[in-house]
């Protein structure tokens, strides 16, 4: 399964690679992209959206980090979750991001932080399929909950690879075991309907 690979994109999409790697490979698939993934059965999105409806405060503000073009943001959207900023490492993916329409606002940001992101300022994080096998590395997710008030919540998916590698849980059990985050929900189901490869969507809250 980590040797699947898209239609316009002829690479491995689930293994380990560097920083400079990813945003070339982000840069190059940015145009196919929202095909590719319509294609393929996308569903994680539209999973962690309707999750974290069923936890979010009333008209939340939103942080969707590594928005790429939109996808999620458009899942959020559409399940009434609307108040949204977006940031990506790359300048492609947010060129067609800005054309949705969706954004309070859009920037790019610097790989391995959370570039002009304040505490507290967003109630929930969004990070669908960011935090995963051959995207940003698991130590990413004790960024996102750095930014975090308590009672703020993050969503997202680990697919398949991502579970399989183990890495990623690893540092999700031990901010279990500090007591920095719970658990509200974790549901494995669809997230390349079409590839039959699923993902775990992942509810935390922060205490």
């Known amino acids: 399964m980590n040797k699947e690979s898209y239609p316009h994109m002829k690479f491995p999409l689930w293994v380990s690679r560097s920083v400079d790697e990813t945003k070339d490979i982000y840069a190059k698939w940015a145009a196919s992209y929202d095909v590719d993934l319509t294609q393929a059965g996308y569903e994680s999105p ?10 979010s405060p009333l008209e939340p ?3 969707d980090f590594g ?5 999620s943001g458009q899942a959020l959207y559409e399940v009434g979750l609307t108040k949204i900023d977006g940031m990506d490492i790359s300048s492609e993916m947010l060129s067609i991001a800005k054309t949705r329409k969706l954004y309070n606002k ?4 610097t790989p391995g932080e959370m570039t002009n992101v304040e505490l507290g300022q967003y109630d929930i ?3 669908a399929g960011v935090v995963s096998l051959g995207a940003a590395p698991p130590e990413t997710l004790s960024i996102m909950i750095d930014k975090l008030n308590p009672n703020g919540l993050i969503g997202l998916s680990y697919n398949d690879p991502t579970v399989e590698d183990g890495s990623y849980d690893k540092v999700l059990n031990e901010e279990i075991r500090l007591g920095r985050v719970a658990v509200l929900f974790r549901e494995n189901g669809p997230h390349l309907s079409q590839k039959d490869m699923g993902s775990d969507i ?6």
Do not use: M, N, P, Y
Request: aromatic share 6%.
């Open 46 to 55: 539209r999973r962690i959206a309707e999750a974290l409806k069923t936890f």
């Open 61 to 63: 503000s939103i942080l």
């Open 67 to 71: 928005c790429g073009t939109g996808l």
């Open 106 to 109: 859009l920037w790019l940001s």
């Open 125 to 127: 994080i969004v990070a």
């Open 202 to 207: 992942i509810i935390l809250k922060r205490l």
